[in-house]
């Protein structure tokens, strides 16, 4: 393949109707006179879009920095996210006419809490810039050729002068998480790493978390193997059949997916060291003696945690408080202060919001999100190595990403 470095790409397509895709799009199409086509297999596009947020969008969050991002190598989204930033976002979907709102953590939402405003002011603005819109259509080969590649997608095919592949990731299977896009990756030369899904449910042993199911608490975490401390952050927490769940749940599914075998999640739940909590079971003795002992924690914990950290103690839970000994309340405020979770793994690719690892970096240009084997090749979105934690920040990726793919290295 001798193309010219600097092409002029005249048709630009762009593989799958994503964040990253529509963002590619309208960054492309912003060259007068060129034909953007946006292909998409599913007959519509942005539908995981949709799904986001639980039906609202948390299209961004405004504290995102680079360094927040996972890879194997992280820095490569830098320029990217430098380049487009949180702010970017929120002044080109303002520009769009959506109204946003952002909460105290810097979780940004569309105002009418509906992700369909996030998707509505997208394609008008693909329809308005004269993107060919193609849904419904599975691209199954991109094939460089002399004019630049030819692109096949069920019995029909397209000429283009240079591709972005914007499949995005396996997670989200149901939403449209497929392998397309590292299967179109790797015919042309690029490989992978290994994927993992990430901002899941920990699978952990299931006999507390069963009895907690449904119940949500703020709690510290860390992740450990041994005496090695993997991950740790603190956050709301739900419990669920088989594990937790919850955005700082989600936030350490990374590292349990991706930690090996024989991890410890550790649960704190209330901000006082063990001391201090020692004190304030003794208050409690004190106070109540003749309480049954399943009270120990009422009115510090939810009840049915509570009674789960008494039976998590070994305390009896019928026993009047006052036949608790001083070791018998060290070893519950023990348990409060540190309840362990043996993990056994982290919930597959459907339930999970992002995959970890992608197309290897290292085979991109960082500055341009070309492709170092084939020229006219841009990638961008999940699809890459590059993913973030939960509240807004893979989507900041998507447009970033998108973005400066869709710069085609100018
Ligand atoms: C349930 C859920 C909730 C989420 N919530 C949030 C959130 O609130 N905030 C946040 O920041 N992130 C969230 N994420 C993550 C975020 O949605 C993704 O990281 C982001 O959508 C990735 O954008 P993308 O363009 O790379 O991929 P996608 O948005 O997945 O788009 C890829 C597109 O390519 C299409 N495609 C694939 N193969 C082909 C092919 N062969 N031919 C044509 N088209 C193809 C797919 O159908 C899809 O439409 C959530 C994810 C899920 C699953």
């Not at 510290?220 to 993997?230: A, H, K, N």
């Not at 550790?266 to 001391?275: I, M």
Request: neutral net charge.
């Amino acid at each position: 393949m001798n193309r010219p470095l600097h092409h002029s790409y005249h048709t630009v397509a762009i593989i799958g109707g994503g964040a990253s895709g529509m963002m590619a799009a309208l960054t492309a199409a912003q060259v007068p006179e060129r034909r953007v086509v946006l292909l998409e297999r599913q007959q519509r596009i942005g539908r995981k879009l949709l799904a986001t947020g639980n039906g609202r969008c948390n299209l961004t969050n405004i504290f995102a920095k680079p360094q927040d991002y996972y890879g194997s190598d992280s820095s490569f989204a830098k320029p990217a996210l430098m380049l487009f930033t949180p702010h970017d976002t929120l002044r080109f979907f303002t520009n769009l006419g959506l109204l946003t709102t952002t909460e105290a953590d810097g979780r940004v939402y569309p105002l009418s809490d509906s992700s369909n405003s996030v998707l509505d002011v997208l394609r008008f603005a693909l329809t308005q810039a004269g993107v060919e819109q193609f849904c419904g259509a599975s691209v199954d080969a991109v094939i460089p050729d002399e004019q630049g590649f030819r692109i096949e997608y069920g019995g029909d095919r397209l000429e283009a002068d240079a591709v972005i592949l914007a499949c995005g990731g396996a997670a989200g299977s149901k939403l449209g998480g497929v392998m397309d896009g590292y299967r179109l990756g790797k015919t042309l030369g690029h490989k992978r790493t290994s994927l993992y899904p990430s901002l899941t449910r920990i699978v952990t042993d299931s006999e507390y978390p069963r009895s907690l199911k449904g119940i949500r608490v703020q709690a510290e975490l860390r992740l450990t193997r041994g005496d090695i401390l993997l991950a740790d952050g603190s956050g709301e927490v739900q419990f669920t059949e088989k594990g937790v769940s919850g955005p700082a749940g989600f936030n350490l599914s990374r590292a349990a997916a991706t930690g090996g075998p024989d991890l410890i999640l550790h649960l704190s739940f209330l901000p006082y060291r063990r001391d201090d909590l020692l004190e304030l079971l003794l208050r409690r003795v004190q106070t109540f003696p003749s309480l049954e002992t399943s009270e120990l924690f009422t009115g510090m914990l939810h009840n049915r945690l509570g009674r789960i950290l008494v039976k998590a103690a070994s305390l009896s839970p019928s026993a009047p408080l006052s036949a608790l000994s001083v070791p018998q309340l060290m070893q519950a405020a023990a348990i409060c202060e540190d309840f362990t979770l043996p993990v056994s793994g982290v919930e597959g690719f459907e339930a999970a919001q992002v995959t970890a690892g992608g197309l290897q970096t290292a085979q991109f240009d960082p500055l341009s999100l070309e492709s170092r084997l084939v020229p006219g090749l841009f990638a961008c979105g999940e699809l890459l190595d590059i993913d973030g934690p939960c509240g807004g920040y893979n989507l900041q990726w998507a447009w970033a990403s998108g973005a400066l793919a869709g710069r085609l290295g100018t």
